[in-house]
């Protein structure tokens, strides 16, 4: 594990891709759980990175700092004389150029290195202990690495070559890893998809269930008013005037 693994937290972009977007503003559960898991990983990340950085000092960075700093020398001459660290580091294409083996004071450091860095791999599979596919791909980065240690280590290779191999590993890792991340982010937006779906379709039924109710009570408020006029009408008070006419009475009822 080195500086360079940490630039793969752009990856994590992957998680939070278009989606279609709920009808409500509250989260679907995958969505939350995409959530978690993207908070996760990214603090998983920054721990080995954090990690990874905390290999290179030399100093307590507190009073009381119980840290073991002791590897830190050899760690730094393996990043200067060895492997190079991070993609930017100015000595990479000089060590990449390189057609010296390893030395046996380089060998010595080159061990305190790999010690020290079980401590961030065990960040990886502890954290990341719930994303398989993820932990797979790291797997796959540590066993490649070590087989690159071992041939650096035994003088099968240059120094030289053993960069070279790194820098083709560490492109095989972010590529896998974008393909992880890319994987698990078409499951999440599929199930928030069918969570979605499915909420905007009892949503739909509950609408046309209240439009449904507010017709019939409407029907029967009109029913009412109709037996009430009706109701009035058979009630109203009848007036009858009669008039005589000679022996003939006409009478006349409204």
Known sequence: MTKTLPILLSALAFLSGCVQRPYVQQMTPTQADRQVSVTTINSALSRVQICSEGLRETKPAFEGDKRDLSLAPSVNLVDKEVLFAKDTDPNKVVLMSSTAKITPAQKKAFLDYIQANQKCRAIVRSELGGYPALVTVYEN?????????????????????????KAQLLAKLKTEYTTATGAMNDRYNAQINQEVQAAQADAAQRRAIAAQFLMNQQNINAAQQMNNQNQLLNNKPVTTNCNRYGNQVNCTSY
């Open 141 to 165: 980065y540590f066993g490649d690495s070590d087989i690159m240690y071992s041939k650096l280590i035994s003088k099968e290779i240059t120094i030289g070559e053993a960069n070279r191999q």
